[in-house]
């Protein structure tokens, strides 16, 4: 018996190699973005604190703290800010009277995590027609936000 011939498969050819770019130190730097919401946090954080000395509970109500009634896009960026300073211990919601309030605090030190303090999370989903009714619920007759208006947002006016 003859053998037939087997054709040889090529092997595809290798990749090319990648290599690192060559970054200045100018590209390490934070960039405006960044340092706008750094900002935006810090007077977030500010606004906790003033309001909630003012408040015989020191607390603040979540939904009139990060609420813009004229720009959606505002709202969204004061939750994710908001998202930070709790995530960083700086403050904490808590729910109580059928609502949910912020209150600052110190963060916790390493100490207190390896004695079982949890960090836990909680995840919102806000979208357009939510926004409006919250507004509509926290925010009526035309009640100014506790957040100064930034502008650039999605302004329903």
Not at 81 to 104: M, Y
Not at 138 to 157: E, H, Q, T, V
Request: charged residues 30%; hydrophobic residues 35%.
């Amino acid at each position: 018996k003859r053998r037939g011939e087997r054709k040889r498969r090529g092997r595809p050819p290798p990749e090319p190699m990648q290599t690192a770019a060559t970054v200045q130190v100018s590209q390490l730097q934070e960039a405006p973005e960044d340092r706008a919401q750094v900002s935006r946090m810090k007077v977030l954080r500010q606004t906790i604190k003033e309001h909630a000395k003012k408040d015989p509970d020191g607390r603040v109500n979540l939904f009139r703290l990060v609420l813009h009634p004229t720009s959606f896009s505002q709202t969204v960026e004061n939750f994710f800010d908001l998202s930070f300073i709790v995530k960083d211990g700086f403050a904490e919601i808590v729910s109580t009277d059928g609502a949910a309030f912020v209150r600052p605090r110190t963060p916790p030190d390493a100490q207190a995590y390896s004695s079982g303090l949890i960090k836990r999370q909680n995840i919102v989903t806000l979208d357009y027609d939510i926004w409006k009714k919250l507004c509509a619920r926290w925010l009526p007759n035309g009640a100014l936000p506790i957040l100064p208006s930034r502008g650039g947002g999605m302004d329903i006016d």
